[in-house]
Structure formats: C-alpha cells, structure tokens
C-alpha cells in the first residue's frame, strides 16, 4: 500500500471531514495524495457534500492516528 485516506459526513452529510489522509514516505511528491483527495472529493461530492474540510484531531500517545483507539498501522488492511 502506497496511500489511503478517508472522508467522515458530518453537519447532515452536507461537509465531510478528511481525515486521515497517509502517504508512504518514499512515494510522497508524486501526486499519489493529490489522487487520493480528488477521489475523495468526488465521493463526498457524489454523497451531496457541499464542502469539505481537514481534520487532523484524532492523536493519542506519540500522535499516532488511533481511529477510535484502534491502531491503524497494525494490520491496516485487516481492519
């Protein structure tokens, strides 16, 4: 895996949060996070998202993303 990302509804599902946005480091600044937000700006717009924002908020420990204190990075795709 290269990259992920995700979109949250929030307001009535009129504004969506982004968040988490990752990128593997040695990938970065090869449009992979610039896809990755169009393809999720297209959901959210599909979704009748009027606007969208970043959220950067969900941080515990060492800011590690936790996702509702579950660790992404551990197994990622089994979750």
Not at 43 to 56: F, V
Request: negative net charge; proline residues 3%; aromatic residues 8%.
């Amino acid at each position: 895996m290269i990259g992920w990302g995700g979109i949250l509804p929030v307001y009535n599902g009129n504004v969506f949060e982004l968040h988490p946005l990752a990128v593997r480091s040695d990938k970065r600044n090869q449009g992979i996070g610039r896809t990755i937000v169009t393809a999720l700006e297209d959901e959210a717009r599909k979704q009748g998202g009027l606007t969208i924002y970043l959220g950067a908020d969900d941080e515990i420990g060492d800011g590690e993303c936790s996702l509702a204190n579950v660790d992404l990075f551990d197994d990622f795709q089994g979750k």
